[in-house]
């Protein structure tokens, strides 16, 4: 792992994570029952991002208010806070409602190993992390907070007025949207610029798809400036729309687009919630295959429900969410605890049905 990746966070009253340490590595894969946390083990890297953007109180008022965030509102919960590590360095803050329906910064800071924790303020509402704190910690966490990009990615918005298949600007480019609204555009730069990467998603989704011959990806002759995703079935020389591939084949090509990008484009972290919707087991277990690869320089953070899934994964890769006494309680597997059941050749994903590990209702 690099400076710029997460190896331990700590949550407080978080929505149903009243406390929660747990160290993270190249690939994460949670699995819990409906309910057990996490989503919201995923939404707190939604509201780091908001809150790195400056734009905090608009991200708080859009998903319910203060009470949507704290621990069983605010009447059992008096603040959150969250603490990023970064190797030796670290981001923390502390928020607390207001009577305005807003979340102040009781206390933000940052954090080096050899010194401690640092203010960078308090009694604000839109972070200061750009400021700093006047110490020499400031060289080695602002760029962190500058360039590091927490996205949460979930495809599963496949209805006909879902935004990845509508026409959209052929320059929305620079980065692949969190709901892939951009596909098209950005598969385009890559072919354009990015050419051995394009022929790896292809040859991919012919996997998956073996019908698939390639993008048709061009300008919208009526209006230069727009693109709209379009596709080559091998045994047609009409073009088709986004419309006419299944559920599960446009989702698995976001998911390639997602994780064999170049990996200068993509985020330090990638987060994916239930990523397995829709897909077939084969489709599953290429995907497991483009986690471990694009893990090899960045972080990966998914939320499953999928066994096919959890068996591509080893147990040093697992975090069980349980929910326990109306709280979200987070646990990494060990192997060595695991053992005697994986030596007679049971499979992680029999073991988690069996409720060995726990993670079910």
């Keep these: 792992m690099n400076d710029k990746q997460i190896t331990k ?12 340490s747990i160290d993270l590595d190249m690939v994460n894969i949670l699995i819990g029952s409906n309910g057990s946390g996490k989503t919201n083990f995923i939404s707190l890297f939604r509201m780091l991002q908001a809150l790195i953007d400056g734009e905090l109180q608009a991200h708080i008022s859009k998903y319910g208010g203060p009470n949507a965030f704290l621990f069983f509102g605010s009447k059992k919960t008096e603040c959150m806070s969250a603490e990023f590590y970064f190797g030796e360095n670290g981001y923390q803050f502390t928020l607390t409602p ?21 203010p960078v303020g308090s009694g604000h509402f839109e972070s200061k992390w750009e ?3 006047g110490y020499r910690i400031d060289k080695f966490v602002k760029p962190i907070l500058q360039n590091q990009k927490w996205r949460v990615y ?9 935004l990845v298949k509508q026409m959209h600007g052929i320059n929305d480019n620079i980065d692949f949207a969190t709901d892939a609204r951009n596909l098209a555009a950005f598969l385009y730069r890559l072919k354009t610029a990015e050419e051995n990467s394009y022929n790896q998603i292809v040859r991919t989704i012919q996997l998956v798809a073996p019908y698939f011959e390639d993008f048709i990806l061009r300008p919208n002759p009526l209006k230069p400036d727009s693109i709209r995703l379009e596709w080559k079935d091998k045994n047609s020389e009409a073009p088709f729309i986004a419309a006419q591939l299944s559920d599960g084949t446009l989702r698995f090509i976001c998911l390639a687009t997602l994780l064999l990008q170049p990996a200068n484009l993509m985020p330090e972290t990638i987060l994916i919630d239930e990523p397995e919707l829709g897909l077939h087991p084969y489709a599953i277990s290429l995907l497991a295959s483009l986690i471990k690869k694009a893990s090899v320089e960045k972080q990966i953070i998914v939320s499953t429900q999928s066994v096919e899934l959890l068996n591509e994964f080893e147990a040093k890769d697992i975090i069980v969410v349980n929910h326990k006494e109306n709280k979200s309680v987070f646990s990494r597997l060990n192997y060595e605890q695991l053992k005697v059941w994986l030596d007679e050749d049971y499979t992680l994903g029999e073991l988690w049905k069996r409720n060995v590990f726990g993670g079910r209702p």
């Design 154 to 162: 979930h495809f599963h918005d496949t209805s006909d007025t879902a």
């Design 9 to 20: 966070i700590k949550i407080n009253g978080f929505k149903s994570i009243q406390e929660c």
């Design 98 to 118: 207001t009577a305005d329906n807003r979340m102040m910064f009781e206390k933000e800071s940052f954090y080096w190993v050899e010194c401690g924790s640092k």
């Design 131 to 133: 400021e700093g704190c």
